[in-house]
Nanobody
Framework: QVQLAESGGGSVQAGGSLRLSCAAS????????MGWFHQSPGKEREFVAG???????SYADAVKGRFTISGDNAKNTVYLQMNSLKPEDTAVYYC??????????????????WGQGTQVTVSS
């Protein structure tokens, strides 16, 4: 089964940028639909962005135009480029993989494999 490891989180000021990485092992990410989710204290986990096997991408309305998801097959890694960060983007960010056939999902329960998460903190 695939194992996922996120990195790249940190603390930035509003307006700054971060790039999160999700390295996959035990499987090739191109064989999965991949998603990024985030969770803030007291809130439920929310879909941020996803990339399907076909390369199709999807974004939550709150991040459209600011975040970009991409994948590097050679490195077996999925990235989330986050620009123009806002304090409300502060959360733990998780990478997830959906092994099932079908289109890109936005619900967390559709994903079987999860990374350990990386903290993103945006100060005003």
């Amino acid at each position: 089964q695939v194992q996922l490891a996120e990195s790249g989180g940190g603390s930035v000021q509003a307006g700054g940028s971060l790039r999160l990485s999700c390295a996959a092992s035990g499987g090739t990410f191109s064989g999965y639909n991949m998603g990024w989710f985030h969770q803030s204290p007291g809130k439920e986990r929310e879909f941020v962005a996803g990339i399907g096997r076909s390369g199709r991408t999807s974004y939550a309305d709150a991040v459209k135009g600011r975040f970009t998801i991409s994948g590097d097959n050679a490195k077996n890694t999925v990235y989330l480029q986050m620009n123009s960060l806002k304090p409300e983007d502060t959360a733990v960010y998780y990478c997830a993989a959906d092994r099932n056939l079908g289109g890109l999902k936005t619900a967390g329960y559709e994903y079987e494999y999860w990374g350990q998460g990386t903290q993103v903190t945006v100060s005003s």
